[in-house]
């Protein structure tokens, strides 16, 4: 064939594949009102979340409930007609809260009850409880210089409130997370007898706030009890500390940590038209705090995730490389699900060129965090125009998801669904993280821009990336 009967022949081929994946002529801005009308008239996303949420409940790793909803989801994916479904096995912790906690702290011969709960992963307390006087610090670093004489025999109070000035309030959350995660390993270091951490929340309410707290390497005998307080009892016993110094703070908790067990991640998967060894995956975490019933975190995530193979389905768009959804199991205490999916694609080779996860509530999506280069950050933003009609053209550098994390590559874009961050935190890993809390027109716009941007990847990326290497280059 000489050159020019090439050119032909590929400008042909070209024209073909361009039109194949076109949807019948559609152009991009078409597709995607055709994706946003079905998830907001026909989406399937709200229903799943109600029975995840309301039928099964909080799904903490290992617990029945977490199995159940691997089951449920299981079965509504093959409902779906995907070319593949299946359980990926993955190890995971299973921590048990046992018996509601208790709490009180004592001021001239009056008990003042507060609402705590333990955290995950923490040892429970004495049989007959733990009782001691308090110290109270701002963060766990300020331990340091108060030395072992001020602390050993009592009980570390950790005060230290999510800052209302910043506008994202997961910056807020994350400058405080470390005293959750790591104090009770600090304070056990200069004798403590207990941690009690004021609740990652960015509201005054009675709700506790649990989350994963961790004793590094500190040896078990060493090891204290450690708890989250409602901002309300936070605020309660830090003005009673500064009238008495001496009050005594007495809790109960009878959580326990068992040997792992076997669980899954939960796979569907649409096969690639023209690619099908090129992978992009959408998910979120099918676990949740055992509190509430997990409906933002991430239940919200999950069925969104469900729904873009759906969506993608009924819009009629059949993608050129394989699309999974991907729910990931045991995200909150040990990111077992995320770091299994990334080993076993390592293992079988398998090229993943994009991930997209949901993971920061079901509320109104503003739009998109990437973990990208530059230049492909770029090119991706040039598709804001196309999400502007939805007011959900808010395009960013950023982090991605947890769960997605450890896929992490030079190659791959990794990107994070970013709704409204506004009331998450209010909800976050407590008890009040229920269905009713979740706005059904929010979750399902949610969907439709999950779905959106997964087929404008697909439609662009791999010429993206293409590219982006040969600048590069
Ligand atoms: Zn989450």
């Not at 060894?277 to 999950?302: F, K, Q, R, T």
């Not at 873009?308 to 999974?324: A, F």
């Not at 941007?453 to 290497?469: A, C, Q, R, S």
Request: proline share 3%; net charge negative; hydrophobic share 35%.
């Amino acid at each position: 064939m000489n050159k020019y009967l090439k050119l032909v022949s590929k400008i042909v081929l070209i024209t073909f594949l361009m039109f194949s994946i076109s949807v019948k002529g559609q152009s991009d801005e078409e597709i995607l009102k055709s994706v946003y009308t079905k998830s907001l008239t026909n989406g399937k996303s709200y229903e799943w979340l109600d029975y995840l949420s309301n039928t099964i409940g909080g799904r903490l790793s290992g617990s029945t409930n977490a199995e159940l909803a691997v089951q449920y989801t299981k079965k509504e994916l093959e409902k779906l007609d995907l070319d593949k479904v299946w359980l990926q096995p993955v190890m995971v912790p299973k921590w048990v809260r046992g018996e509601k906690e208790m709490a009180y702290f004592e001021t001239s011969g009056i008990l003042n009850k507060v609402n705590i709960c333990a955290l995950g992963g923490s040892i429970a307390t004495p049989e007959k409880g733990t009782k001691a006087q308090v110290i109270e610090v701002a963060t766990y670093k300020a331990l340091e210089a108060l030395g072992e004489e001020n602390i050993k025999g009592k009980i570390v109070f950790i005060n230290r409130a999510l800052q209302p000035e910043l506008i994202n309030t997961f910056q807020a959350y994350g400058g405080c997370s470390v005293e959750r995660y790591a104090g009770a390993a600090e304070a056990a270091k200069y004798g403590a007898v207990g941690t009690i951490v004021r609740s990652l929340s960015s509201r005054q309410d009675d709700y506790p706030h649990t989350g994963s707290m961790s004793y590094g390497d500190l040896p078990v005998a060493q090891r204290i009890p450690s708890a989250a307080i409602s901002t309300n009892d936070a605020v309660k016993l830090s003005e009673a500390l500064k009238k008495d110094k001496n009050l005594e703070f007495y809790f109960e908790m009878s959580c326990q940590q068992f040997d792992d067990v076997q669980s899954y991640n939960v796979i569907g998967e649409i096969t690639g038209s023209e690619f099908p060894n090129e992978y992009m995956i959408v998910g979120g975490h099918l676990d949740s705090w055992d509190l509430g019933d997990g409906a933002h975190d991430d239940g919200a995530g999950v069925v969104q995730s469900m729904d873009v193979l759906r969506l993608l389905k009924e819009s009629g768009i059949t993608p050129k490389r394989s699309i999974r959804v991907v729910l990931f199991m045991n995200e909150e205490n040990g990111l077992r699900g995320g770091r299994k999916y990334a080993e076993v694609a390592k293992t079988k080779n398998e090229k993943h060129v994009f991930a997209l996860e949901s993971d920061a509530g079901g509320f109104t999506p503003r739009g998109f965090s990437f973990d990208c280069s530059d230049i492909m950050f770029s090119k991706i933003e040039a598709w804001k125009p196309l999400f502007k009609p939805y007011l959900i053209h808010y395009f960013e550098k950023g982090g991605s998801g947890a769960d997605i994390g450890p896929l992490k590559n030079d190659d791959i874009v990794l990107a994070g669904l970013r709704p409204d961050s506004q009331r998450y935190f209010d909800h976050h890993h407590a008890a009040n993280d229920t269905f009713e809390h979740v706005n059904k027109r929010e979750l399902e716009l949610g969907a439709a821009t999950m779905t959106a941007l997964v087929f404008l990847m697909d439609k662009y990326g791999t010429e993206t990336i293409t590219n982006t290497k040969e600048i590069k280059d």
